[in-house]
């Protein structure tokens, strides 16, 4: 993600003038959601197009000085606020020694208050997450929920994405994590890969659902221009997707048969035993202030919302001269609106009706009657309890039907 800041933003100090009113945030309340981006892989996936390079000890060593900077910089600048959750994503998060994570782990409570039972997360490729003393030692410095990439469970799946490790790796992953004493493990997977089938995928989810993951996050493969598998999947290439139609049946009856072994749907993406929703990321959804660290992490606090340099050497430049927080652009009424409408909408939960009405004085479902009735009677939308919810036909299609609901007239 590039940098967000506006032309017509003045750039303000990095930390207030002596007595100065500090930057107030949730953090000051139930708590902040902290995201730390793990900019480093042993290898570029060839669906990926997300900010990430190789991994080599130079390159991790200066990330690490830089990273412990910016917590620190944070944590004053805010009055060492108090954290809900902690989550370091990539990149490979995996790919740090526990020896350096646990520095950063120790930075953390310096710098931040964090909260009894916080949620603390880490993303896991299996190829550098395999033996259950690394778990063990994860589980030893706080860590007490894993997000485990297994992707696929067909090798020859894992070679197109171009990922570096095998099924029986993530076999192997998963049941030493749970060896080791992870009671919180998330398992990622990747539906509408090329040349897959309905039978096909919903035979995964059985397996995956027979190992008994706390939580299942099963993502439709997205072509990003640029990438490997975008080359391959074009016309002329080597690889085909399956037809939309197919495509449809997979996401609504591997949905369907989740649910039925007992995940609940609670968000577009997202399933989980009950008691077992990702905190992290259902912050994201509601709306709560979170703050971003590393190269290329976004943050939104209150009205203001900041992006992180995405290069090496610009973030640097951005910590080592102490910028932190000093460009944001300031949300707009319009834009927290549209914000609240596309994230509600993509959970389970839905859309508050009376907190749509209360922050702009419309009737929602009068403003878009035409609109809601028709996608009511196509069983796209469903209201209930004061929410406007998408069915999971609606789901499909939730990209058309959101930006209808929150950008249309």
Sequence with gaps: MGRIY???VPVRPAFPEAGAKPVQSAAHGKGLLLYIHVPFCRSRCHYCSFH????????????LSLLLKEIELWGRRLQRPRLRTVYFGGGTPSLIPLAQLDRIMKALDKAFVLNP??????????DSAQDASYFRGLLSMGFNRLSLGMQSLKDADLQAMGRPHSVAMAYQAFDQARRAGFGNIG??????????????WLDQLRIVSEMRPEHISAYNLTLEEGTVLARRCAEGGDLTLPLDQEQGRMFVYGAEYLESVGYLHYEVSNFARMGFMSVHNSGYWDGSDYLGLGPSAVSTLGRRRFTVPRYMDEYDAYVRGELVGSDYEELTDEVLLEEMVMLSLRTGKGLDLKEYRRRTGFDLVKKKEQLISALHRENLVRISGGRLRLTKNGMLVSNV????LAFGD
Excluded at 187 to 200: A, E, H, M
Aim: avoid cysteine.
């Design 401 to 404: 039907i959101i930006e209808r």
């Design 6 to 8: 506006g032309e017509n």
């Design 52 to 63: 990430s390079q190789s991994f080599d000890q130079a390159s991790f060593a200066w990330y």
């Design 187 to 200: 398992v990622d997977l990747i539906w509408g890969l090329p040349g897959q089938k309905l039978k096909v």
């Design 117 to 126: 039972g916080i949620e603390t997360t880490i993303e896991a490729n299996p």
